[in-house]
């Protein structure tokens, strides 16, 4: 967590302040990048035809030329898919931010509950099994009797709350290392993925560069 730990009302105040940006910036990212996955996917359908179509084209007649077009056709798609897997690495990044801010005051928030339940622990042990009973037989009055039972009451319902937020702070700390961890994943994959383009982009290029010197090598052939 952070250095020395927050306390109560700096965390509190960071949640307010924070909170609702954070949470919106993440639902933007995401949207971002479930679009871009989209146009990814497109994209990587529109190359398959255009491979379909090379090979095609290889089974029968054709030019040199329309190789090399089909060839430049498929580094374009190539270019457009390494710009969608930029922008997807660039919004993951973004993420992995934004949920690593959410689990630090999480693990924070969390750490603030259990410190309070352990003084509360603390404190009715030391009070002992007797103390409610003891607090209401005090009473001096039927209004004193309310107020003490009030009391009592006020003092259960909090620490019934106590519980439910640590339960709840449990849960979110765990849904956000379960997201954290995705999130790298979907990282590295997205790396992977770009670094197997650059890889395809080079070879295109490299068949590219082959056939443009056989179709100059035909050319002056032809003209001899």
């Given amino acids: 967590g952070f250095p020395g730990r927050l306390s109560l009302t700096v ?10 940006l954070v949470a919106q910036q993440r ?3 995401d949207q971002q990048l479930q679009e871009s996955q989209r146009r990814l ?8 035809q255009v491979e379909q179509e090379l090979e095609r084209l290889r089974s029968q007649v054709h030019s040199v030329s329309d190789e090399l ?17 930029d922008r997807q690495i660039g919004g993951l990044s973004q993420q992995i931010d934004h949920i690593t801010v959410d689990l630090l005051l999480a693990e924070d928030a969390l750490l603030e509950k259990k410190a309070v339940a352990e003084r509360r622990i603390v404190d009715i042990y030391k009070r002992g099994p007797l103390y409610s009973h003891e607090v209401l037989l005090r009473a001096e009055s ?3 009797l309310l ?7 006020l ?3 909090q620490d019934r709350l106590l519980a439910n937020d640590m339960y709840k702070l449990r ?3 765990a849904r956000e290392r379960r997201e954290l961890v995705d999130a790298r994943q979907s990282l590295e994959r997205r790396r992977a993925e770009r670094a197997d383009e650059l890889g395809r982009f080079e070879r295109l290029e490299r068949e590219r560069e082959t056939n443009l010197r056989e179709m100059r090598r035909s050319e002056r052939e032809a003209l001899r």
Avoid at 147 to 153: A, D, V
């Fill in 147 to 153: 107020s003490r039972y009030k009391y009592l009451y």
């Fill in 69 to 85: 077009s089909n060839i430049e056709r498929q580094k374009q798609s190539t270019t457009r898919i390494v710009n969608e897997l």
């Fill in 142 to 144: 039927f209004g004193d």
């Fill in 41 to 48: 996917e497109n994209i990587q359908r529109e190359r398959s």
């Fill in 171 to 173: 849960n979110r700390v």
């Fill in 27 to 29: 639902r933007t990212v």
């Fill in 155 to 157: 003092v259960s319902r």
């Fill in 11 to 20: 965390l509190l105040d960071v949640f307010l302040l924070a909170g609702p």
